[in-house]
């Protein structure tokens, strides 16, 4: 990683340019510096990256707006998602994945909610299909997509259990969770409990064993997993999830979620009505992303990793 200077984006006539204030560090921007799993360089650039750019999700200022743009105005304060956040500026299309700021957030906040909140959303709301009344798991439930993930659920009236370490089961009762099991402690695939949808961010159980505690008609969402395929990555367990499927009598899904505005307008409204808050577990300053990007790429981190921008 390697700090440049360059020419300051000018907006097209549907774009706005924001100046960056903060940007959240996600899985996927250390999967776009390593390259790996190999499979993404498809996408990505096969022998070196096609978009040098780094980070995905931001909050900051409206500083410019195209000829045609009605929705935001200079001075806005907005926040979302958009390739090359790891920067004092990007430039989003109006109607990209960018909304306006709940009122009360920090840039901070603001900065951690885009990808992790839309694929707790996405997987809650539209893959678990959670119902009042349901009981869901979280498998990683203290990390960046699981803290939303917990409070999603509770916000579409399940009964949540999160799964967490001895370390993060007050912080994961904290944000609403019915129930949290100790995974150093406790294995939930051993326990008596049926749930209707398990939302999976580690993958570190078997098929079988997860099939055997979802309950007749059951969702099984599969988010992330183990990094230690270098060809494959997560997608191994979506492979062989594919492969199980008949002798499976829950229903396993793989989905990576989609950015877009009318979901960060969800998400922004939540908060600012209360029900759902980032959690934030570090803030570093710009010149130091790479250090951010490590401490991510560690996967201990309790809720979401911040950099702010000079
Ligand atoms: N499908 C998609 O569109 C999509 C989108 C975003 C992310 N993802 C994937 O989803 C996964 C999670 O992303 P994230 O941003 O939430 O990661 P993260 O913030 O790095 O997750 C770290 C958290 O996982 C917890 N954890 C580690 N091992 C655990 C275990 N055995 N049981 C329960 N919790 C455990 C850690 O707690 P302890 O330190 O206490 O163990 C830590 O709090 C990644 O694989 C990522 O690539 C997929």
């Known amino acids: 990683m390697r700090l440049k200077t360059i020419a300051t984006p000018t907006p097209g006539d549907t774009e706005v340019l924001v100046r960056v204030h903060a940007a959240s560090v996600n899985p996927l921007d250390w999967h776009f510096l390593r390259g790996k799993p190999y499979i993404m360089r498809i996408l990505s650039g096969m022998g070196a990256p096609t978009e040098e750019r780094i980070g995905a999700d931001f909050a900051g200022t409206v500083q410019t707006v195209g000829a045609r743009v009605t929705e935001f105005k200079v001075g806005d304060r907005v926040f979302g998602s958009r390739t090359g956040a790891f920067g004092t500026h990007v430039v989003v299309p109006e109607h990209g994945a960018m909304t306006r700021m709940p009122h009360s957030a920090s840039f901070e906040q603001a900065a951690a909610i885009g990808v992790a909140a839309t694929t707790a959303l996405q997987a809650v709301r ?32 399940a009964h949540v259990t999160g799964v967490a370490s001895t370390r993060n089961v007050d912080m994961v009762q904290g944000i609403g969770a019915d129930r949290v099991i100790d995974y150093t402690k406790d ?44 060809y494959l990555g997560p997608l191994t367990r979506s492979a062989a999830a594919i492969l199980a499927a008949p002798v499976l009598k829950a229903t396993f899904i793989t ?35 790479p250090a951010a990007v490590t401490y ?4 201990r981190s309790r809720g979401k990793v911040i950099v702010k921008m000079p």
């Open 255 to 289: 989905f990576t979620a989609n950015e877009n505005q009318a979901d960060l307008v969800m998400l922004r409204d939540w908060m600012q009505r209360g029900t759902l808050r980032s959690v934030i577990d570090r803030e570093y300053a710009f010149a130091e992303l």
């Open 296 to 299: 991510q790429e560690a996967g």
């Open 187 to 230: 294995d939930f695939t051993k326990g008596a409990e049926r749930y209707d949808a398990i939302i999976d961010m580690v993958g570190n159980h078997e098929l079988r064993a997860l099939d055997a505690v979802l309950a007749p008609g059951g969702r099984m969402i599969i988010v992330g997993g183990p990094n230690d395929n270098a």
């Open 126 to 157: 539209d893959q678990a299909l959670v119902r009042k009344g349901q009981r869901v798991l979280i498998n990683g439930a203290s990390g960046g997509v699981g803290t939303f993930a917990v409070q999603i659920a509770k916000i579409y009236g």
